[in-house]
């Protein structure tokens, strides 16, 4: 009783699957999903008459100008290596420097752009900003600036929450981003 | 001499008996961790890199808006625009189509909505700012400029 077993032949299957593959990689793009996240101020009319007097010694001031050059503290500037240590130093002085901030609550950073500035420009200065305030934050937390910034993203999970907490206390994420100046454009 | 000459008559094959599986195991990779591009995007995106991201867990709490120059400067011309969705639309649209966005979502989840601006680096701040004011109207204040990963010596700290 020799009984043929039917077989389906195989031999073209890899052709098959290559097709698909060819299918899904032409068609599919790689979800971005991340980026440098900021929370915006509330609606312009429902905000109070701006009377905040903030001094002088607790503003970080940054400009940038329609040519992408950039204003620190009023002095030009070209090379922006230093500036996340500036800012940190900054944020950190709690008085000590009588020309910095008196403390990380009142310490603000400003960050002005004009309306020519160009978008790469300001995500790079963006970055250096959030980078002094990550390493402020994940020090105080005691882990490393990507484990904290990892926490931030999921909030959902206590632990990261924990962490989050901890290294967010007493110092408020205080960027200012301005509204871009008319000139240029 | 002859000693390399026996070497070149064993007769050399690589198996492909095991290729449909790597291939399956590529395609089902390809399968898993892509998505489908729900709208063709007709605006430059030479999206700018930068070190200190974030990521956003929910991708159903996000909505793309899309800022470049026209890829197609013949029909569109060449100031840069903004996408959403199919369509271009201008500053001030955004507070409906913030609207539209938000009540897609379930009640309990519309002010966690969070906007991703995909913004080609050579934009211009002035369009940004005003894209900017219109969210805040449009009270969907969770921003996020989309970002890709730089690799430095820094990344570690």
């Known amino acids: ?185 | 001499m002859s000693k390399f000459k026996k070497k070149t008559q064993v007769k050399q094959e690589i198996p492909t008996s095991s290729m449909p599986d790597v291939v399956f195991m590529l395609l089902f990779f390809f399968m898993v961790t892509t998505e489908l591009r729900e709208t063709s995007i007709e605006v430059k995106q030479g999206i700018p890199r930068a070190t200190q991201l974030r990521k956003l867990m929910r991708k159903s709490l996000v909505a793309n808006l899309y800022i470049g120059e026209p890829t197609k400067p013949a029909l569109y011309g060449k100031e840069p625009k903004i996408q959403a969705d199919d369509v271009f639309i201008e500053p001030k649209d955004i507070v409906r189509w913030v609207n539209e966005k938000k009540s897609e979502l379930p009640e309990n989840e519309r002010e966690q909505l969070t906007v991703s601006l995909k913004v080609d680096r050579d934009a211009k701040r002035g369009l940004i700012s005003d894209v900017e004011i219109e969210l805040r109207k449009a009270n969907a204040r969770k921003l996020l400029y989309s970002t890709l990963q730089q690799k430095d010596d820094e990344e570690g700290r």
């Open chain 1, 1 to 185: 009783m020799a009984r043929t077993t039917p077989e389906i032949p195989n031999a073209s299957m890899a052709d098959i699957a290559f097709l698909l593959l060819t299918f899904f990689l032409v068609t599919t793009t790689m979800p971005n999903n991340s980026g440098l996240s900021i929370a915006l101020p509330p609606p312009p009319e429902a905000k109070p008459p701006e009377d905040v007097k903030i001094q002088e010694r607790n503003m970080f001031k940054i400009q940038v100008n329609s040519s992408d050059a950039l204003l620190i503290e009023g002095e030009p500037r070209e090379d922006i290596s230093n500036l996340r240590e500036e800012i940190k130093a900054f944020v950190l002085n709690n008085g000590r420097n009588p020309e910095s901030s008196d403390n990380p609550e009142k310490a603000v950073v400003s960050f002005k752009t004009d309306r020519g500035t160009s978008h790469k420009r300001f995500i790079e200065l963006l970055d250096v900003i959030q980078g002094a305030y990550y390493d402020i934050y994940a020090e105080q937390a005691g882990v490393t600036n990507a484990k904290f910034r990892e926490a931030a993203s999921d909030l959902a999970v206590p632990a990261n929450k924990e962490i989050y907490d901890k290294g967010r206390a007493g110092i408020p994420l205080n960027i200012s981003i301005a509204d871009p100046s008319k000139v240029g454009n």
